[in-house]
């Protein structure tokens, strides 16, 4: 199971307001420090406000806040309503084609079980259990808007050098 890229941004959008929580952050802000375009940044945060985690603060000084206190930012929500589609199979479509050993099958019974017990595991959790190593956080959300990353080796080091610099230009 693999969750879509607009749902990490939005975890991690939640986790930078976490951290910040006593200031407005900005879109671009969030865009530059994990080096995404500010045009999708800007979708996820819509998406956070229409679903209730976010505020937004025009104008003049304006950005975002969190609507609600950490610890009642419950993840497995957050997940459930930004991400769009649990169907890690063909036959959890709504209009899956017919299967030939559908009547048999316990795959899909054991597939269910587990994105259930994925979600209840994420329902642990809340934002604040997130951002309890913030200090760490701090300081690297403060370090040039960027998170440190560790070193590739040979040519992906080059690729993700040039995508860097091409992402700050944005």
Do not use: W
């Amino acid at each position: 199971m693999r969750l879509t890229m607009h749902t990490d941004y939005a975890l991690r959008l939640l986790i930078q307001l976490g951290v910040n929580n006593d200031r407005l952050v900005t879109v671009s802000e969030t865009a530059r420090t994990y080096g995404v375009s500010k045009n999708h940044m800007m979708k996820v945060a819509h998406r956070l406000c229409l679903e209730g985690f976010v505020k937004t603060v025009r104008g003049n000084g304006g950005g975002l806040r969190l609507a609600k206190h950490p610890s009642d930012i419950n993840v497995g929500d957050v997940v459930r309503k930004i991400e769009s589609d649990f169907s890690i199979v063909g036959c959890f479509e709504p209009r899956a084609e017919f299967c030939r050993i559908s009547s048999a099958c316990l795959l899909r019974s054991a597939l269910r079980r587990a994105v259930a017990a994925f979600h209840q595991i994420l329902d642990e959790y809340s934002l604040q259990d997130l951002i309890v190593t913030k200090p760490l956080l701090e300081e690297l959300f403060s370090s040039a808007g960027k998170l440190a990353k560790p070193p590739a080796s040979g040519n992906q080091s080059r690729r993700r050098n040039s995508r860097s610099k091409d992402l700050e230009s944005v």
